[in-house]
């Protein structure tokens, strides 16, 4: 099973500044990557899949990148509703999917 | 729209079984896999169970393996999941959603969640 990691656990931001988010794989999963963000009592909602492509809806701030173990969700300039917590889960050489334990990006 | 709504959860004692249901609309159910994804309170998210669309193929999670079934009606929209032999580490909100597909199995439409609670 791959095991994915992501660090901080906790993220403490200002708005309007850049927050860097990050997840790591056990083992190589290429770009199958994607990145979720849950709002509390919400589901989470897709943002970015195949590592970097920002899924329907989603606003240009965010941004994925990386390949193989590491993996970076980018927002460049965090607004209000940023305020979250994001998971990143892996799709490749399945089953199991397997998510990673999330990052929650407060206010600062 | 395109939209999952869940039912089912509920308070049940250990050893108990429990039927979640999925009802899907705003899009052609029967072209899509779909999966049951759960979260424990303040915890993170683990995916259960994934079907087909023909339910030619079903997975599960080693935890619930011979003990949860996830199964869909495509002439009523549905998806399933019985969970027999509920465990009180089974406690979630159980979320079903939409896979786009085998090769980019992500999880791109979600459902608001059903409460599952396992106590004596």
């Known amino acids: 099973e791959i095991v994915m990691t992501q660090s901080p656990a906790t993220l403490s931001v200002s708005p309007g500044e850049r927050a860097t988010l990050s997840c790591r794989a056990s083992?190589?999963?290429?770009?199958?990557l994607a990145w979720y963000q849950q709002k509390p009592g919400q589901a989470p909602r897709l943002l970015i899949y195949d590592a970097s492509t920002r899924a329907t809806g989603i606003p240009a701030r965010f941004s994925g990148s990386g390949s193989g173990t590491e993996f970076t969700l980018t927002i460049s300039s965090l607004q209000s509703e940023d305020f979250a917590v994001y998971h990143c889960?892996?799709?490749?050489?399945?089953?199991?999917?397997?998510f990673g334990g999330g990052t929650k990006v407060e206010i600062k | 729209e395109v939209q999952l709504v869940e039912s089912g959860g509920g308070l049940v004692q250990p050893g108990g079984s429990l039927r979640l249901s999925c009802a899907a609309s705003?899009?052609?159910?029967?072209?899509?896999?779909m999966s049951w994804v759960r979260q424990a309170p303040g915890k993170g998210l683990e995916w259960v169970a994934h079907v087909r669309q023909d339910e030619g193929e079903k997975y599960y999670v080693d935890s619930v393996k011979g003990r949860f079934t996830i199964s869909r009606d495509n002439a009523k929209n549905s998806l399933y999941l019985q969970m027999n032999s509920l465990r009180v580490d089974d406690t979630s909100v159980y979320y079903c959603?939409?896979?786009?597909?085998?090769?980019?199995?992500?999880?791109?439409?979600w459902g608001q969640g059903t409460m599952v609670t396992v106590s004596s």
């Open positions: 959603a939409r896979v786009p597909g085998s090769s980019q199995a992500t999880f791109d439409v």
């Open positions: 083992q190589s999963v290429t770009y199958k």
């Open positions: 889960q892996h799709y490749y050489n399945w089953p199991p999917f397997t």
């Open positions: 705003g899009f052609i159910f029967s072209n899509y896999w």
